[in-house]
């Protein structure tokens, strides 16, 4: 199995410019989840997914729009980038919502937007 | 609302020396919580969790936690260090019953030979 994937894995995007990035799990979860992750600020959540079909804002969902439109992927769209939207971007992936579940992460998108 | 506070930003710590990663929680709820590490240009991996029952958990590769209600804190402490420990490690929070994540600020920990 190869887990969570993520697709690219470096961006450079240009003020204004947009773009998609893929997340894809094959261990037939339910929820996914898209995070940032910014120097000394951890990874805060951004959107998530309940299961195929439905989308649901986290912390920081400003700029950002999802899509889940097959239960193994889960896309990040960015409509207009701006440089504050730089950071490392990581998709995760968890068998259930409940609060115990382990959350499966990918290997991380680097986008940088000048 | 909750928060995880990660005071240590950086730990540097000799080879075969032991080591404490602090972290304290706020919530007005209860919550299971969490470690996940993670290594150099890789993503996070689960190292532990608490969720119930005793409040010292373990991991495979000789890492353990303690869950204190009290002091509302989750410290990960190794008595011996490897240098393959050298990763960020992440506490976490989730309220029970709920699938959001909230993350503390990390700590690097940097094992010296």
């Known amino acids: 199995n190869a887990g969570v994937t993520q697709t690219p894995k470096f961006r450079v995007l240009k003020t204004g410019q947009s773009m998609t990035l893929l997340c894809a799990q094959d261990m037939n979860h339910e929820y996914m989840y898209w995070y940032r992750q910014d120097p000394g600020m951890g990874l805060r959540l951004i959107h998530y997914?309940?299961?195929?079909?439905?989308?649901a804002k986290g912390e920081v969902p400003d700029g950002y729009n999802v899509s889940r439109l097959k239960k193994q992927n889960f896309l990040l769209g960015l409509e207009s980038a701006a440089p504050s939207q730089t950071s490392v971007y990581f998709c995760?992936?968890?068998?259930?919502?409940?609060?115990?579940?382990?959350?499966?992460f990918g290997p991380g998108t680097r986008l940088t937007v000048l | 609302a909750q928060s995880v506070t990660q005071l240590d930003s950086q730990v540097p710590v000799f080879e075969e020396a032991p080591v404490e990663l602090r972290c304290n929680y706020s919530?007005?709820?209860?919550?299971?919580l969490f470690w996940y590490v993670q290594y150099p240009n890789q993503g996070l991996q689960l190292l532990l969790k608490y969720l119930s029952g005793s409040t010292l958990v373990e991991s495979i590769n000789g890492f353990e936690a303690e869950f204190n209600k009290s002091q509302t804190s989750f410290h990960l402490r190794k008595p011996s260090v490897h240098i393959s420990d050298t990763a960020e490690y992440f506490c976490a929070v989730t309220p029970t019953g709920a699938n959001n994540l909230f993350f503390g600020t990390g700590t690097r920990l940097t094992v010296i030979p």
């Open positions: 995760a992936s968890s068998s259930h919502g409940q609060g115990g579940d382990e959350q499966f």
């Open positions: 997914s309940v299961g195929e079909g439905t989308t």
């Open positions: 919530s007005s709820v209860s919550v299971y």
